[in-house]
């Protein structure tokens, strides 16, 4: 019978990251880890480097959860959404920003660093990356709440508007920081494939 | 699925308090933005006057400006509505772009321990305000969070999670918001023109508006919230695609939801931000949909880029003149100069106006269409 499946899932945070159960232990301060996440999976994607923290944290994360179900540089249906949740939001480069504009002696405001204080260009980035052309949306919450991520996704197939979503969590502050994101996909033959649903995904 | 049908609303603008207040400054062709100094050099602004807030009073003496926004305005949409906020059938949502990102300390911004500058915790602050017992949900989804609310409280709705659904969008201007948009010099010193071959940047607005939402036509006005769809340029993270393919896919994709055609719809609020890229894309996006014949208009003319209230407030004006049978102009708009094959709404029409197209474009790629209907 057809349904959604998770195809493949990574998390992320300052211990390890873990690709479908294989696990990566993310050693020093968030900036040395993430890029040594970014260098022993051979990823090639210049752009990572000039992104904001938050981004590169949902870049990572989506990318090694792609890459390990096969599916990265695929032909994606245009309709491949990304629909994230954070709770810190683009608040660790709205801090940034902020310092180049608090001195009016030393007034900097920098555009690459003002285009990174809304929280869904990381969706944005996921999406250039792959060309994901879909429903995209960024929602704020204290807590990770799967279940309206899963009811909101599970709409958005029914409806017809998206036959494959990078969805999740996704949230950094400072040194703060977590992730836990899954590739879905609608799949004719379920057997062997754990469902999306948010009892599935809370496991 | 239900029906999700529109029951109330209100906002708030340069222009003033009430939707009255608004149509008509708008169709007497009214302009609330104004060019200021800043830092060498000039922007264009729209502020909400702040006799509105100083002349209430709020049971918090933390109440920051954009929350007193958000109070008055949920409150004027509530008092004529049959939507009890303390049921838990009524939902609340909220879109913003930055919050209260004006009380980060200039001292030291990363030491956060109050202002609510996290977004969950200003939506809980509201949602409790009116008592509503549910956990709130908000959209930050640059300047399409407008319409990604309407969407999202669509989903909730029709899909029988909730009965109600008070929609809240505000944004206020602060240093933050001003100095950003000038370094892209995306601003433009004067009033701006949406679709007008004189168009040289945006005007940042503040404004805040609310939508509610239904599952029952209990006013009889018959409005629906027939399709509403999300896409992403995948091209550039502050850039719009210069085809508008993009915006394209989101409009196709809601239509094919409401089971509409382009020649079914007899208006459209386009986003129009009045820089060279946007305006110039959405004529493209609108050209290919097939939508070259139907009245376009930008209500940023009138009160500037309201960034998280837009797609809030610009539908609301856009369902109240399908009401009253009108067809907006574009503000600022005096002599085509996009490329694309659309026709721009000059001047306000009497006309038959039942079914309006509202789209965004924003920040990070993203392109959003919703679709308004009357049942006839």
């Known amino acids: 019978m057809s349904d959604i499946i998770i195809k493949s899932r990574c998390s992320i945070d300052s211990s390890a990251a873990v690709v479908n159960g294989k696990r990566m232990p993310f050693s020093g301060d968030f900036s040395s880890g993430i890029r040594e996440l970014y260098r022993s999976n051979e990823i090639n994607y210049p752009k990572f480097y000039k992104m904001d923290d938050l981004s590169k944290l949902a870049f990572i994360a989506a990318e090694l959860a792609l890459k390990d179900a096969g599916m990265l540089q695929e032909n994606y249906t245009v309709k491949t959404g990304v629909i994230l949740m954070t709770s810190n939001s683009s608040l660790d480069t709205d801090c940034r920003f902020s310092q180049s504009i608090t001195d009016s002696d030393n007034y900097y405001p920098s555009p690459a660093v003002f285009v990174y204080t809304l929280p869904n260009v990381m969706a944005g980035e996921i999406c250039i990356r792959n060309s994901f052309k879909g429903d995209n949306c960024v929602y704020i919450s204290g807590l990770c709440d799967w279940g309206f991520i899963v009811d909101n996704v599970r709409f958005l197939f029914e409806t017809g508007k998206l036959e494959a979503c990078i969805c999740g969590w996704c949230d950094l502050f400072m040194e703060e920081f977590s992730a836990d994101i899954c590739y879905v996909e609608r799949c004719e033959d379920v057997t062997g494939y754990r469902l999306f649903t948010s009892e599935n995904v809370k496991m | ?376």
Do not use: W
């Open chain 2, 1 to 376: 699925m239900k029906s999700v049908f529109v029951e109330k609303y209100s906002l708030l603008t340069g222009l003033g308090e009430s939707v009255e207040r608004n149509f008509n400054s708008i169709l007497a062709g009214e302009c609330s933005i104004h060019s200021e100094d800043f830092h060498n050099g000039r922007i264009s602004f729209s502020r909400i006057k702040s006799d509105i807030i100083n002349s209430r009073s709020f049971r918090s003496p933390d109440t920051s400006r954009l929350e007193k926004h958000m109070i008055i305005s949920i409150e004027d949409a509530l008092s004529s509505s049959y939507a009890d906020p303390e049921d838990p059938s009524t939902i609340f949502l909220f879109s913003t772009t930055k919050g209260n990102i004006g009380s980060l300390n200039p001292a030291d911004p990363y030491k956060i321990n109050s202002g609510r500058i996290r977004l969950h915790e200003m939506a809980i602050f509201i949602s409790t305000y009116f008592g509503n017992p549910n956990t709130p949900y908000t959209v930050c989804n640059a300047c399409i969070s407008g319409l990604s609310a309407i969407i999202t409280a669509k989903y909730l709705i029709s899909g029988g999670k909730y009965k109600n659904a008070v929609i809240c969008g505000g944004d206020v201007i602060t240093d933050f918001v001003a100095a950003g948009f000038s370094s892209l010099k995306a601003v433009s010193p004067e009033p701006c023109r949406p679709f007008d071959e004189k168009r040289n940047g945006l005007s940042l607005g503040e404004a805040c508006g609310t939508l509610i939402l239904s599952d029952e036509d209990r006013t009889g006005e018959r409005i629906i919230v027939a399709g509403g769809s999300q896409s992403n340029d995948a091209n550039h993270i502050s850039g719009p695609s210069r085809d508008g393919s993009g915006l394209y896919l989101a409009v196709d994709s809601a239509l094919k939801e409401a089971s509409l055609t382009s020649a079914d719809i007899d208006s459209i609020s386009a986003h129009g931000t009045g820089t060279v890229f946007n305006d110039e894309m959405e004529s493209k996006a609108f050209e290919s949909a097939e939508l070259s014949a139907v009245p376009v208009f930008s209500l940023k003319g009138f009160f500037g880029h309201t960034l998280g209230a837009a797609g809030v407030i610009e539908s609301v004006l856009s369902v109240h003149a399908m009401k009253e049978n009108i067809i907006l102009p574009s503000g600022g708009f005096e002599t085509c100069g996009v490329s694309g094959s659309i026709s721009i709404s000059g001047k306000y029409k009497n006309t038959k106006n039942d079914i309006c197209l509202k789209t965004g474009s924003g920040f990070g790629g993203c392109n959003a269409g919703v679709v308004f209907k009357k049942n006839v």
